[in-house]
């Protein structure tokens, strides 16, 4: 098992000072190491984790409504993941299989951008398992299952959605450099992360990175809002550590889907 000191959590994370949170984060770790076990291992979350999932979900449950694409609430709707505790990524898994072919993958942390973006290409999401800090129940400054599973999962639960995460695993490992790499990555941010659009005369959100935060989701709309441009996507700068000021509208969620498809299937074929 890894020890607290072996966890790498950013410097202002709230658990960074924490060590029953990095022993906890430790444990999962470890029972999420085992990349040849093709079911994600079960993790006996505490009474404190179900609270955190508890208060996170069901407040964004309600935001969702009103500020969630269509397209992303058929996904939620269809997966029902539970309000009141942690789900168990290989009932989740179970369930998105039947829903659209995906599965879920356990990992112990954040693994290689190529092997995260590589795994869509085959319908395989990774994801932690960890519950971040209970002190600061509406923020992260990491991915957790939180994330994974409200905003990623949710969205794997729509065929549609789910076919724009596979096409754009096929397009990352199209990426023969760096360079390229960088523009998909950015391109990613953009759209599946942080995509907005209108709908029913309002600016929604199908993006993950928004889906899943309590706050920014309640404050996206004030962003600078630029047109639908992959092109300038691939060439814009963004950073993870704060509300994202700029981001990209698309007239609707339609147009940005058959945008984003064409992209991906031209991308490196060049």
Same mark, same amino acid.
């Given at each position: +098992?890894s020890?607290?000191e072996?966890i790498?959590?950013p410097?202002?994370?709230?658990g960074v000072?924490?060590?029953?949170?990095?022993?906890?984060?430790?444990a999962?770790a470890?029972?999420?190491?085992?990349?040849s076990?093709?079911?994600?291992?079960f #993790?006996?979350y505490?009474?404190?984790?179900d609270?955190v999932?508890? *208060?996170? $979900?069901?407040?964004?449950?309600?935001l969702?409504?009103?500020?969630?694409?269509?397209?992303?609430?058929?996904?939620?709707?269809a997966?029902?993941?539970?309000?009141?505790?942690v789900?168990q990524?290989?009932? #989740?898994s179970?369930r998105?299989?039947?829903l659209?072919?995906?599965?879920?993958r356990?990992?112990?942390g954040l693994?290689?951008?190529?092997?995260?973006?590589?795994?869509? $290409?085959?319908?395989?999401?990774l994801?932690?398992q960890?519950?971040r800090?209970? $002190?600061v129940?509406?923020?992260t400054?990491?991915?957790?299952?939180?994330?994974? +599973?409200?905003?990623?999962a949710?969205?794997?639960?729509s065929?549609r959605?789910?076919?724009?995460?596979?096409a754009?695993?096929?397009?990352? %490992?199209?990426?023969?450099?760096?360079?390229?790499?960088?523009e998909?990555?950015?391109v990613?941010w953009f *759209?599946?992360?942080?995509? #907005?659009?209108?709908?029913?005369?309002?600016? %929604?959100?199908?993006?993950?990175g928004?889906? !899943? !935060?309590?706050?920014?989701?309640?404050?996206?709309?004030t962003?600078t809002?630029?047109?639908?441009?992959i092109?300038? +996507?691939?060439q814009?700068?963004?950073?993870i550590?704060r509300?994202?000021d700029?981001?990209?509208? !698309?007239? !609707?969620?339609?147009?940005?889907?058959?945008? +984003?498809l064409?992209?991906?299937?031209?991308?490196?074929?060049?």
């Amino acid at each position: +098992m890894s020890s607290p000191e072996e966890i790498a959590v950013p410097a202002h994370h709230p658990g960074v000072s924490d060590p029953v949170y990095l022993q906890r984060r430790a444990a999962i770790a470890a029972v999420s190491a085992d990349q040849s076990c093709a079911v994600a291992p079960f #993790v006996a979350y505490t009474a404190e984790e179900d609270s955190v999932w508890r *208060t996170v $979900s069901e407040a964004l449950s309600i935001l969702h409504a009103e500020l969630a694409t269509d397209e992303y609430r058929v996904g939620a709707a269809a997966l029902d993941l539970p309000l009141d505790r942690v789900p168990q990524l290989a009932w #989740v898994s179970e369930r998105l299989e039947s829903l659209t072919g995906w599965q879920i993958r356990a990992v112990p942390g954040l693994v290689p951008t190529r092997t995260f973006y590589g795994a869509l $290409s085959e319908r395989t999401f990774l994801s932690t398992q960890y519950v971040r800090h209970p $002190s600061v129940p509406f923020y992260t400054p990491e991915p957790d299952i939180i994330h994974e +599973m409200i905003g990623h999962a949710n969205a794997l639960g729509s065929p549609r959605l789910a076919t724009l995460y596979e096409a754009a695993g096929r397009a990352s %490992r199209r990426a023969v450099s760096d360079a390229q790499l960088d523009e998909f990555s950015r391109v990613f941010w953009f *759209t599946i992360e942080f995509g #907005v659009a209108w709908e029913h005369a309002r600016l %929604r959100t199908y993006g993950a990175g928004l889906l !899943s !935060s309590f706050g920014e989701i309640q404050e996206f709309r004030t962003s600078t809002l630029r047109p639908f441009d992959i092109s300038v +996507m691939g060439q814009s700068d963004y950073d993870i550590t704060r509300f994202q000021d700029v981001l990209f509208a !698309s007239p !609707s969620f339609d147009v940005a889907e058959d945008l +984003m498809l064409a992209y991906f299937a031209s991308f490196g074929t060049d």
